[in-house]
């Protein structure tokens, strides 16, 4: 399809890990992005993965990319309530270099 | 302190009018995005701009309006036309030699009266 998918909510005990997934659409996309929003503000940058590797890993979160299906996911380990937020997917399409094409967000609710 | 700043943080717009958002970065960036977010939906493009005195429309342009004079600046008038301008509006900037990540601002709530 022509969209990149995330399921709309996620909700962990704090403690537990979480698990974002996202399906994107090129296979040929050349970078694949995880930001993070949390109410009324803007998105920052989680963490992003080059299409050339398999995993990534940076503290708390793991990503991990399978090129084959298209399927992007986040690990976030020792989830805490300050994780509460929605999560972006993003890919940068082959071919155009400027525009990234963002998932709908996943809202993550941690419990206590 | 280096960042993108919006303003205002809420915006009321009247029917038949014309409202500018402001968004100012300096990151020394030379791309410049302006995406539109609808609650439960992801960010979609309105405008970009890749090097001043350009802009390119992205994918919901219509109804809107953009200038890039200043490498800092690139306001985005929402116009009559936009029929249902009611979303939180985001600015962002990247230097495209560093993989596209973009860097946003804090968002403009703009909301019909």
């Known amino acids: 399809g022509e969209d990149v998918e995330q399921s709309l909510f996620l909700s962990v005990r704090e403690g537990d890990s979480s698990v974002i997934n996202c399906t994107y659409t090129?296979?040929?996309?050349?970078?694949l992005y995880w930001y993070k929003q949390e109410p009324g503000a803007g998105l920052q940058l989680l963490t992003y993965?080059?299409?050339?590797?398999d995993m990534k890993q940076d503290q708390r979160l793991t990503v991990l990319l399978n090129k084959k299906d298209k399927h992007l996911s986040l690990r976030i380990a020792d989830t805490q309530t300050g994780d509460s937020a929605i999560y972006f997917c993003?890919?940068?399409?082959?071919?155009?270099?400027?525009?990234?094409?963002f998932g709908s967000g996943t809202r993550l609710l941690v419990r206590p | 302190d280096g960042g993108i700043t919006q303003s205002p943080k809420y915006l009321f717009r009247k029917e038949g009018q014309n409202v500018t958002l402001s968004c100012e970065q300096n990151?020394?960036?030379?791309?410049m995005y302006w995406y539109r977010q609808d609650p439960g939906q992801g960010l979609r493009l309105i405008y970009y701009?890749?090097?001043?005195?350009?802009?390119q429309k992205g994918d919901i342009a219509e109804g809107y309006s953009v200038s890039r004079e200043k490498k800092e600046s690139f306001p985005l008038t929402v116009t009559s036309a936009q029929k249902n301008p009611t979303a939180f509006y985001l600015c962002?900037?990247?230097?495209?030699?560093?993989?596209?990540?973009?860097?946003f601002g804090s968002g403009t709530q703009l909301s019909v009266l």
């Open positions: 962002a900037s990247s230097n495209p030699v560093s993989n596209e990540k973009l860097f």
């Open positions: 090129d296979s040929s996309s050349t970078y």
């Open positions: 993965i080059f299409s050339n590797m």
């Open positions: 993003a890919e940068l399409r082959s071919g155009s270099s400027y525009k990234l094409i």
């Open positions: 990151l020394n960036h030379d791309a």
């Open positions: 701009s890749q090097i001043v005195n350009d802009f």
